[in-house]
């Protein structure tokens, strides 16, 4: 095996392992940092061992064993050789004992970084670090903030749940409500990360986060069949996981929904899809969030050409999800819908309005330049594209942006 090959074994190790690495470690050791710290050192070891030694048979088990001994050593450097290290090695030789209803230790992990204790933002945040592994630019761009500041957030997370003693465990069934709104949060970013990567030095897209994303909402819903958002968040990542085969052309460029085919999309996920949108319509509940983007996915899904798109239905549907989510974003995707109805020019004046929250968001510049090309203002529209392209950080995003803007010419 070469050098290329074993540097992308690593990144393939690091996407598929980390958060089973993290989550092992914090259930043996109890402390985020010992884990994060420790999961870390072992990926690196593996940068300097596996091109002389070869990628071993089972990478995860080889990283976990070689994060245990990370962490053990810190322990002991640390002078900590109290109840904690004996512990420690007791569960380094033992198997622990299941600890909640569902025994799967990254979900017990996301649900003790969701402790309602810690702000919204923040759980969602943390989860990121140390469930997904995303980087901390990736999870700054997805929040739109300074990195620095990611990073005191977090850190700052993981010092109030060592402080707080939060457990590490699926929640009882009482307390489940209460902690699943940031869990299903977290999920969905993670599913965003893996569709579109944000990353410049990542692939485009991930297909590994994706999978592990959908994994996990599976189990939340087991854990609450009843639940509506549950129910429509799983329907909202396959409607959208159907259409990646069509995502990415050949020449690693995106393809915008209008070009894609419809043909290579997984008809399976879109039927699971529809069934779950059906059977939370008829329930007849007020829908949430997600059930409603569900929704609108459903209509995009159901038509078998982009002419057929019932446009009206999901510009209603957007009307009702901006009085649960009146977020710059959702207005921004609504805008798009308005484009299609009422014509370019009406979308471009409500985008316009979003400038002073959206100006560092890549789509925002990117609407409004396909906007301006509708409209026949090239030059302008040339500009948004400039723009849309500095801050885009997905490969397959910027070659489809520099196409669209060189079309111009």
Request: charged share 25%.
């Amino acid at each position: 095996m070469n050098g290329i090959d074993v540097r992308e074994a690593i990144t393939q190790a690091h996407h598929e392992e980390w958060a089973r690495v993290v989550a092992s470690l914090t259930r043996r050791f109890g402390d985020l940092d010992i884990a994060e710290e420790a999961a870390a050192e072992a990926f690196a070891t593996a940068v300097q061992r596996w091109p002389a030694d070869g990628v071993p048979p089972n990478p995860g088990a080889w990283l976990t064993t070689t994060a245990n001994r990370q962490a053990i050593d810190r322990i002991r450097r640390e002078n900590k050789r109290d109840d904690k290290h004996r512990k420690a090695q007791m569960s380094y030789d033992d198997p622990p004992e299941p600890l909640g209803a569902i025994d799967d230790d990254r979900l017990r992990l996301i649900f003790t970084c969701c402790h309602p204790a810690l702000a919204m933002e923040t759980r969602v945040a943390l989860t990121l670090r140390m469930v997904a592994g995303l980087t901390m630019p990736e999870i700054a761009r997805a929040f739109l903030v300074a990195e620095s500041a990611m990073g005191q957030r977090i850190t700052r997370a993981k010092a109030k749940i060592k402080a707080a003693r939060i457990p590490y465990r699926v929640p009882s069934a009482e307390d489940l409500p209460a902690r699943v709104s940031g869990v299903l949060a977290v999920l969905f970013l993670v599913f965003n990360e893996g569709y579109l990567a944000t990353g410049p030095d990542t692939d485009p897209v991930r297909p590994g986060l994706t999978a592990e994303a959908i994994r996990l909402t599976r189990l939340i819903r087991v854990l609450l069949p009843d639940d509506g958002e549950a129910a429509g968040l799983l329907a909202l990542m396959l409607l959208i996981e159907a259409r990646r085969p069509a995502r990415v052309s050949a020449g690693g460029e995106l393809v915008a929904l209008d070009e894609q085919d419809r043909g290579a999309w997984d008809a399976a996920l879109i039927a699971e899809g529809h069934r779950l949108v059906r059977e939370r319509l008829a329930a007849g509940v007020a829908p949430g969030r997600y059930q409603i983007l569900a929704a609108i996915n459903a209509v995009h899904t159901s038509a078998r050409d982009m002419r057929d798109t019932d446009w009206s239905q999901i510009l209603a549907l957007y009307d009702q999800l901006v009085r649960l989510d009146p977020s710059p974003i959702i207005a921004l995707n609504r805008a798009i819908a308005v484009a299609e109805l009422d014509g370019p020019e009406v979308a471009l004046a409500a985008v316009d309005r979003l400038e002073p929250r959206l100006a560092g968001y890549h789509a925002y510049h990117a609407t409004r330049a396909d906007l301006l090309r509708r409209l026949g203002r090239g030059r302008e529209s040339r500009a948004a594209y400039d723009k849309a392209i500095d801050l885009a950080g997905n490969t397959a995003e910027t070659a489809a942006l520099t196409r669209r803007r060189d079309q111009l010419r």
